[in-house]
Nanobody, 119 residues
Framework: QVQLVESGGGLVQAGGSLRLSCVAS?????MGWFRQAPGKERVIVAG????????YYADSVKGRFTISRDNAKNTMYLQMNSLKPEDTAVYYC???????????????WGQGTQVTVSS
């Protein structure tokens, strides 16, 4: 079992930045960030492997978001820059043992944190 604790959500204006953090109770091969907007399904935003050597980004966030992890602290980050109103969603931290880019590979989930971007 893996416990995940998120922080860093909030309200920002379009063009602003936020950094999300996720502290895990133990290390896993894959960690990722997902988001779910009102009335829509949960989708992957970014994923990262054990070493950080391989990352995945959804097309909608490429060039704006950066995923990273600090294994010494069992912490994963999502740096979000140039935020847009369409980024508004509940963001979830996730962890798993296999592929980083497939929702089905993730077994453990955080509680979610709200990110709201105003125009």
């Amino acid at each position: 079992q893996v416990q995940l604790v998120e922080s860093g959500g909030g309200l920002v204006q379009a063009g602003g930045s936020l950094r999300l953090s996720c502290v895990a109770s133990r290390r896993t091969y894959a960690m990722g960030w997902f988001r779910q907007a009102p009335g829509k399904e949960r989708v992957i935003v970014a994923g990262i492997t054990w070493s950080g050597g391989t990352t995945y980004y959804a097309d909608s966030v490429k060039g704006r978001f950066t995923i990273s992890r600090d294994n010494a602290k069992n912490t994963m980050y999502l740096q979000m820059n140039s935020l847009k109103p369409e980024d508004t969603a509940v963001y979830y931290c996730a962890a798993g043992h296999r592929a980083i880019a497939t929702k089905e590979s993730y077994d453990y989930w955080g509680q979610g944190t709200q990110v709201t971007v105003s125009s």
